[in-house]
């Protein structure tokens, strides 16, 4: 079975950036990767530099 991200459903009008923190351990994301969604909405993934946890949100264009 693929392993596809799946968005915070509660994180969907926050600002854009290259990196945040890590809700599991505190350590930098970075964002590796904008899907676009139904023309409305990217789905942006965040990948963790300390544990390797991904984060997913959705983002309005």
């Given at each position: ?11 969907t009008s926050f600002q854009t950036t ?11 994301m970075k964002l590796v990767l904008i ?27």
């Amino acid at each position: 079975m693929l392993d596809l991200p799946r968005p915070t459903p509660t994180c969907t009008s926050f600002q854009t950036t290259t990196e945040m923190r890590c809700i599991k351990c505190n350590d930098r994301m970075k964002l590796v990767l904008i899907e676009p969604r139904d023309g409305k909405l990217n789905l942006l993934t965040y990948r963790c530099n300390g544990c390797a946890a991904h984060e997913s949100f959705l983002k309005a264009i």
